[in-house]
């Protein structure tokens, strides 16, 4: 039986990395996946570190039954190349920014996470830090797309 490490990285780790965190572990959890798909989330910046997620990314989550309170933002570091089989990003500064710190080996780890959408064909996860409430309903939809999307493409790498 093998298992599965997913870390889905953001700017901040604050608002779409920790949103898509819980949509994907409360989707792992109903398939009764939890022991073999591991999901962490982090940021490629230092902002936030220590810090719960944004107040707005907490309250839409809340409305749709995801609980984002015990997480905290943190910075993705040299281990987490190695540690996690794939790096799930929200958008094309991500994919810059974490491709700088990676080593080489490991680039290919580093996927966009609306490749896994069926439904939303946008290229990335919208930033919402600096838009309004709308702009984290979005986040959570296309969230929802694409982890149902990853979670299907993950099933397939899984051996009993
Ligand atoms: P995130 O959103 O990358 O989805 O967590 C942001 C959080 C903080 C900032 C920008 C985006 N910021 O500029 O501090």
New binding site residues.
């Given amino acids: 039986m093998n298992s599965i490490a997913v870390c889905f990285v953001?700017?901040?780790?604050?608002?779409?990395?920790p949103s898509a965190e819980a949509v994907m572990r409360d989707l792992v959890e109903e398939a009764k996946l939890s022991d073999r798909i591991i999901i962490d989330s982090a940021?490629t910046g230092d902002?936030?570190i220590g810090h719960p997620p944004?107040e707005r990314a907490q309250r839409a989550a809340k409305k749709r039954g995801y609980d984002l309170s015990p997480l905290r933002g943190r910075q993705i570091k040299a281990e987490d190349f190695a540690r996690f089989d794939l790096l799930i990003v929200?958008d094309d500064k991500n994919v810059a920014a974490l491709t700088a710190v990676c080593p080489p080996e490991h680039r290919d780890k580093i996927r966009l996470l609306m490749e896994f959408a069926t439904r939303d064909d946008s290229r990335v996860v919208i930033?919402?830090?600096f838009g309004d409430d709308d702009g984290f309903e979005r986040v959570l939809d296309q969230c929802e797309d694409a982890c149902e999307g990853l979670l299907a493409a993950l099933r397939t790498q899984l051996v009993s």
Avoid: Q, V
């Fill in positions: 953001c700017l901040g780790n604050i608002c779409r990395s940021g902002w936030h944004d929200m930033d919402p830090y």
